[in-house]
């Protein structure tokens, strides 16, 4: 079946401009994940839904960034004016359950450049 | 706090070597430990995982054992191919919680 897609794959922004990002996880998958991966860097973690409910936002950066889910489906992350520091790939993830047991199943990501 | 430290690459290996990557993690709760790797052009797959210690998790084969005595999860595989050359991440992921936890990555390049 089809996996997490996240759209667009490339965004370039100027600094100031407000951006979104959106990610499709896999059809049924109860928990979604953003991370952020800077250049030669490992993936960290953003903000965590179960279902359409945000129950972890503890890795959000600042209050310029936020995101809902709000059917529980489709998630996007906004970016409102956007620093040059905000240049990163934008992971998505989603996993079947709430439990933590399940597998994260990774998009391929947004590359966000921000001039 | 929580953290995972990887040895830096790029590990460059000739085809048929074997491979040792470093992991090891900060002994904070019981943590789950993963492998994740990373193709050209591909998003992050789940390579292996280990969720207590002395377990070893293997696919494709590359293994890890989680060793709680030296705080490790290092990362094998006898002899490798060129089709492996990727970036490999260690990661955690405490129990309770959703949220993993990544190394920076470690890239390989085999050659052949």
């Known amino acids: 079946g089809a996996g997490v897609s996240q759209s667009p794959r490339y965004k370039v922004a100027k600094r100031g401009q407000d951006v979104a990002l959106r990610c499709d996880p896999i059809?049924?998958?109860?928990?979604l994940f953003w991370y952020q991966q800077a250049l030669g860097q490992g993936p960290e973690f953003l903000t965590y839904?179960?279902?359409?409910?945000?129950?972890?936002k503890s890795g959000l950066p600042s209050d310029r960034f936020f995101a809902e889910r709000p059917e529980g489906s489709v998630s996007t992350l906004k970016i409102q004016r956007t620093q040059q520091e905000d240049s990163a790939v934008y992971l998505c993830a989603s996993s079947l359950d709430g439990t933590g047991s399940y597998e994260q199943y990774f998009g391929p990501g947004t590359r966000l450049t921000v001039t | 706090g929580d953290s995972v430290t990887q040895m830096e690459g790029p590990v460059t290996l000739s085809e048929e070597a074997f491979l040792t990557i470093n992991c090891t993690y900060t002994?904070?709760?019981?943590?789950?430990l993963f492998w994740y790797v990373q193709y050209p052009g591909e998003g992050l797959q789940l390579l292996l995982k280990?969720?207590?210690?002395?377990d070893k998790g293997s696919n494709k084969g590359f293994e890890a054992t989680y060793r709680k005595e030296t705080t490790s999860f290092h990362l094998e595989k006898g002899s490798v191919q060129v089709s492996d050359s990727a970036v490999y991440f260690c990661?955690?992921?405490?129990?309770?919680?959703?949220?993993?936890?990544f190394g920076t990555g470690t890239r390989l390049l085999v050659s052949p």
């Open positions: 839904f179960q279902n359409e409910a945000q129950l972890d």
């Open positions: 990661a955690r992921k405490n129990t309770g919680f959703q949220k993993l936890v």
């Open positions: 002994a904070t709760g019981y943590p789950s």
């Open positions: 059809s049924g998958h109860v928990s």
């Open positions: 280990a969720t207590k210690a002395d």
